[in-house]
């Protein structure tokens, strides 16, 4: 066997460099001149943003403190409550309807195809604020229904965005039952499993898992869209953060009761986002 | 039982034929396998072996023939195919495990949901199946933890739970690592010696010729030659056969 020579004394950089490939050196000069550039550019937008502010008005009209104050404990307790329910009330609402309607829409009886397409696209089209008001105020002049409240919760509101949400999550959901790979039907179908069951508990459970990041991203959507709800009216009890905050803000045209509003809003959708980002990497692993 | 049913073979096919669109892939088949006995398809990628065992549980839908498991025409219109398939355990090219369970819960699913097992027993079947397959300790891993021979192997449990009277292999060990072959053959051989009726399509030569009862060479959507494996994979007849075991043998 023949030695072969040591070489752990080599040090970084010092080999040879053919002329040609030398140009490296002033391309990483231009790239770290256009950073520092682009610093320089970023530090004199908030610069200029700073000079021309008026920071006491500013601060008397969107930071006052003892305003902020003023708004607890019932911006928690009465207003972001109502949001968090709402919110999670029109998403279970969503989700049976989207996954009917996903269901409906991979159909191998035509009608319940139709059915699904016209739904979801009339629900897909028209804004939700029109919904809202539809469901809200002529379904129950039109059909002589009154929408109950269920534990203190407007039911007509929520029903109009859960139609709302339905629409959207039915082509989430369809896209992730149809994610699945084929093999997996296969393997069900020849364990014995009828097409339901297949269904159900092979492919249901696994679409759900492909379709986590839409549907929180449709969960943040349906957070913002409770706001909309105010338009069917509201009393002290069922009133959700922006309403709170317009009717705060409006005794004396103070505006930090959006701010704090705001401020609970990105409380709210920031960790839901959070939550996913890890739910998707425990799923990888599983996967 | 009358004496017809109890010599009928376990599978038999009759003039199957079976065509994507224009394209036919299988061109009348006729094969029949006896109770206990193990078969190996052989043949180039696109000759139709596949598409021939995945119409023994009907996965593919047959377009002519007939196909009859224990002297029964599983392809009459009236036939419940999901009874029929409880009996006709399969393994797949791509394991095709499900993802979101552990092996344990691979193996018990259809247990419990079609035999209407309950938990412990099915969890006491599971384990006992794992174990024949060696994976024992992996019962609570899920598939993307274990290695694809693993997940093959868990595979073969989940379709052994059902109490299966035959197994169909459809290219078992093709998507496997070369190193991790050998651990699926095995089973497969084991589970051969105990009695079990096999239809296995296999680019494994080595496995037909020791293990098989008989070989099955398809070419162009027809068995082109058959017999028992010294004779088919030893002494060739035709050129086709020949061609093919030439290339097959080469490396």
Known sequence: MTDIPVTNDVRLGEGDLPELYRSGRAKQARARRNRILSYIAGLLVLAFIVAIGDWSKIQRLYLDPDKARSLFPDIITIAAKNTVIYTLAAFLGGVAIGLLMAIMKMSSLRPYRWFAVTYIEIFRGLPALLTITLVGFVTPTALGVKFPEILGVPTAGIIALSLVAGAYLAETIRAGIQGVPPGQVEAARSLGMTPNQTLRIVVIPQAFRLVIPPLTNEMVLLLKDTALLSALGTTTATVELT????????????????????????????????????????????? | MTAAEITAPAIELRGLRKSFGRNEVLKGIDLSIAPRQVVCIIGASGSGKSTLLRCVNRLEEPTGGQVLIDGIDITHPDCDLDLVRQNIGMVFQQFNLFPHLTALGNVTLAQRKVLKRSDDDANRVAREMLDRVGLAEKADSYPAQLSGGQQQRVAIARALAMNPEMMLFDEATSALDPELVGDVLDVMRTLASEGMTMLVVTHEMGFARRVADHVVFMDQGVVCEQGRPDDVLGNPQTPRLQQFLEKVLEH
């Open chain 1, 243 to 287: 309403k709170f905050g317009r009717d705060a803000f409006s005794k004396d045209f103070n505006g930090t009761p959006f701010i704090v509003a705001g401020v609970i809003y990105l409380m709210l959708t920031i960790p839901l986002t959070y939550v996913v980002g890890r739910l998707e990497k425990r799923n990888m692993r599983t996967r």
